[in-house]
C-alpha cells in the first residue's frame, strides 16, 4: 500500500460530507491521504460537495470502482445500502469503511467478511465510539482495575442509551434543490423479523443500540450472548445480556433532551466505573469517565477527563494508518459481525408491544 492511500467516496449525503469527507480532506490537507474523488446517485450533489473539498467528481460507482489507483472506498450510506455496495467494492479489489451497522443480516455480515478475507482488503465499521479519547482511557482503567482487583469483581454491566440532540454544533450539508428521486431501500431483515411492528424495532436496534452493543463487545473482549428483549416499536427498548456469567442491560428511549444521555456503567462489588460518551456530532467534547472506589474513608469518586478530539476524525486517521499498515483497525468486521449475531439474536426473541 502506498505511503499516502488514495481513498474514493460513495454517497456524500449528510454524514457522508460533515463526519467523514471533512476530516479526509483536513487527513489529505496534512499529506496523510489522497481523495481520489467522490460518487452520488445525485449527480448534483456530488458535483457541489466535490467543488467545495477540490475534489475529482466521477461519473458513478462503477466509475470510481474502476480506477486502479483508488485504494480504498468510503462508503456512508443509509444501511439497507451496505450489504449491495460493500460487495461491490470489495469485488473490485478496494478496502472499505462503511457506517454502522455493518448489515442487515448475520449471513451477509459472513459472506462479506469472508469476501474481504479472501482479497486480503480491510474492512471497517464506522463504530467510531471506539476512537473516542474518553473510551481509550476507560478501556485503559477497566482492564487496570480487573487485573488488579481493585475494586473486586464485575457484578454487572448496564449501557443505556435515551438519545437526545445528537448534532449540536455540526454546521450545515450542502443541499441540492433538484433532488433526483433515489431507488427505494430495500431493507433486509432477520428471519422471523416481518411485522411492520418488528421491522420498526430492529430499524430502531440497528441505527441506535447497534453503538453500545458494539461498545460493550469492544470494553468486554468477546461476544455477548442474549435471553430476554422488549421493544415498544421504536420508542423503548430493554435487552438482557450476558458476558462470561456477567449481566448486561442494553436499554434506552427514544426521547428529545438538548443533551446526550448516554451511559455505560460497570458495576463491581467495591466500586463502579461509568462512561458518559458524548453527542456524536460535537467536535469538541470526548467522553467522561468517573470511578468511584470505595476506600476507608468512604467513596471517592475521580472524574477523568480525556483530551478533546472528535472520534469520527480520529476514525478517519485510523482508517488511514490501518491502510497504511501504521495501525490495526479498531472496529473491523470481525468484531462488527458480533453484534449483528446479538441483534439479530435480540429481535427474534424479543417481545415487540
Ligand atoms: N455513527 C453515527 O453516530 C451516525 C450518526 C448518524 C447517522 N449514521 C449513519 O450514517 C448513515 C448515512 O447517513 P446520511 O445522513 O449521510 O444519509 P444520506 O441519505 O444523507 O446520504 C446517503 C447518500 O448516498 C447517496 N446514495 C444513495 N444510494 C447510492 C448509491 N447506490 N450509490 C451512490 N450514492 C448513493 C444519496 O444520494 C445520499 O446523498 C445513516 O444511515 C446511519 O446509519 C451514523
Known amino acids: 500500500?502506498?505511503?499516502?492511500?488514495?481513498?474514493?467516496?460513495?454517497?456524500?449525503?449528510?454524514?457522508?460530507?460533515?463526519?467523514?469527507?471533512?476530516?479526509?480532506?483536513?487527513?489529505?490537507?496534512?499529506?496523510?491521504?489522497?481523495?481520489?474523488?467522490?460518487?452520488?446517485?445525485?449527480?448534483?450533489?456530488?458535483r457541489a460537495v466535490g467543488k467545495k473539498y477540490n475534489v475529482h467528481v466521477y461519473e458513478n460507482n462503477a466509475q470510481l470502482l474502476a480506477d486502479p489507483t483508488v485504494n480504498a472506498v468510503v462508503c456512508i450510506q443509509q444501511w439497507p445500502n451496505n450489504y449491495?455496495?460493500?460487495?461491490?467494492?470489495?469485488?473490485?479489489?478496494?478496502?472499505?469503511?462503511?457506517?454502522?451497522p455493518m448489515v442487515g443480516r448475520l449471513d451477509e455480515a459472513q459472506e462479506l467478511m469472508a469476501l474481504a478475507r479472501e482479497k486480503g482488503l480491510l474492512y471497517a465499521v464506522g463504530f467510531m465510539k471506539r476512537y473516542d479519547t474518553g473510551v481509550e482511557l476507560a478501556r485503559q482503567l477497566l482492564n487496570e482495575v480487573r487485573a488488579s482487583d481493585e475494586l473486586g469483581p464485575l457484578l454487572s454491566v448496564d449501557a443505556q442509551c435515551d438519545g437526545g440532540d445528537w448534532l449540536q454544533n455540526t454546521g450545515t450539508p450542502i443541499k441540492v434543490d433538484n433532488t433526483t428521486p433515489l431507488p427505494p431501500l430495500c431493507p433486509t431483515y432477520p428471519d422471523g423479523c416481518t411485522t411492520p411492528q418488528q421491522q420498526a424495532a430492529y430499524g430502531y436496534l440497528v441505527n441506535i443500540f447497534a453503538h453500545n452493543i458494539n461498545l460493550c463487545h469492544y470494553l468486554l473482549g468477546s461476544e455477548m450472548t442474549v435471553y430476554a428483549a422488549q421493544f415498544q416499536a421504536d420508542h423503548?427498548?430493554?435487552?438482557?445480556?450476558?458476558?462470561?456469567?456477567?449481566?448486561?442491560?442494553?436499554?434506552?428511549?427514544?426521547?428529545?433532551s438538548p443533551d446526550w444521555r448516554e451511559y455505560t456503567t460497570f458495576t463491581f462489588q467495591r466500586g463502579e466505573l461509568i462512561i458518559k460518551t458524548p453527542v456524536p456530532m460535537n467536535r469538541q467534547q470526548a467522553a467522561r469517565v468517573i470511578v468511584t472506589r470505595s476506600s476507608q474513608r468512604g467513596y471517592v469518586t475521580t472524574e477523568y477527563h480525556a483530551p478533546i478530539d472528535w472520534a469520527f476524525f480520529r476514525e478517519a486517521q485510523g482508517f488511514v494508518r490501518a491502510l497504511t499498515g501504521e495501525q490495526l483497525l479498531r472496529a473491523p468486521a470481525e468484531t462488527c459481525l458480533w453484534d449483528v449475531r446479538v441483534m439479530e439474536r435480540i429481535i427474534q426473541i424479543a417481545e415487540v408491544l
Request: hydrophobic fraction near 45%; include cysteine.
Open 236 to 256: 423503548s427498548m430493554q435487552a438482557l445480556l450476558r458476558h462470561e456469567g456477567v449481566p448486561v442491560t442494553v436499554r434506552g428511549a427514544s426521547s428529545f
Open 84 to 100: 449491495q455496495l460493500v460487495k461491490q467494492i470489495l469485488q473490485a479489489g478496494k478496502s472499505v469503511l462503511t457506517e454502522k
Open 1 to 46: 500500500m502506498a505511503a499516502r492511500p488514495k481513498i474514493g467516496f460513495i454517497g456524500v449525503g449528510m454524514m457522508g460530507q460533515l463526519a467523514h469527507l471533512a476530516n479526509y480532506a483536513r487527513l489529505r490537507d496534512s499529506g496523510d491521504c489522497e481523495i481520489a474523488g467522490v460518487s452520488d446517485l445525485q449527480p448534483l450533489l456530488a
